[in-house]
T-cell receptor
């Protein structure tokens, strides 16, 4: 099956720093990527949708200036948490879809656990 | 708007018992996909099944089976002869035309030896 890889799988940073998380589709071209956030013992909440070559669409309540999303190529999307604070500590998961496989299936990365001290 | 409801927050069973995880969904899309994922303590999402809205056939995969009832907007998941390794959080999800997935709140399954 298709593979989506996230990096880093976990990161610890100091408050006020910025952290970049990468999401790569390894064997297919991802025309659309989705970023989710999951707080402990909670469900996955969609943060934003990114389409290759265009601006991301953010869900209501998600600060686009704080969570910068770039989808510059068909195999890579990045999420940058700017000026991270402890409340941004969470599990961030990306998923990727493609028009090539019109099955509605999305492929999820392994997730990145962010801890802000 | 899409909505997925997993009414069971936590379920605890003893090994070898059968267990059913409920999932009820709401959507206005005529074409949609339903998923079940397993999330073990390590955090990654493990894909279990995808079903599109036009395929109401039930499916069995080993000890896992799924019952899709469009009339009741339900997509329930049954584990037969549960094992300790089945302990995890299970998410039901719905994906519509736009491709975005809406997840239920998850059901934490604990299988005791």
């Amino acid at each position: 099956g298709a593979v989506v890889s996230q990096h880093p799988s976990w990161v610890i940073c100091k408050s006020g720093t910025s952290v970049k998380i990468e999401c790569r589709s390894l064997d297919f071209q991802a025309t659309t990527m989705f970023w989710y956030r999951q707080f402990p013992k909670q469900s996955l909440m969609l943060m934003a949708t990114s389409n290759e070559g265009s601006k991301a669409t953010y869900e209501q309540g998600v600060e686009k200036d704080k969570f910068l999303i770039n989808h510059a190529s068909l195999t890579l999307s990045t999420l940058t948490v700017t000026s991270a604070h402890p409340e941004d500590s969470s599990f961030y998961i990306c998923s990727a879809g493609t028009r090539e496989r019109n099955t509605g299936e999305l492929f999820f990365g392994e997730g990145s656990r962010l801890t802000v001290l | 708007a899409q909505k997925v409801t997993q009414a069971q927050t936590e379920i605890s069973v003893v090994e070898k018992e059968d267990v059913t995880l409920d999932c009820v969904y709401e959507t206005r899309d005529t074409t949609y996909y339903l998923f079940w994922y397993k999330q073990p303590p390590s955090g990654e999402l493990v894909f279990l099944i995808r079903r599109n809205s036009f395929d109401e056939q039930n499916e069995i995969s080993g000890r896992y089976s799924w019952n899709f009832q469009k009339s009741t907007s339900s997509f329930n998941f049954t584990i037969t002869a549960s094992q300790v390794v089945d302990s995890a959080v299970y998410f039901c999800a719905l994906s519509g035309d736009a491709g975005k997935s809406t997840f239920g709140d998850g059901t934490t399954l604990t299988v005791k030896p």
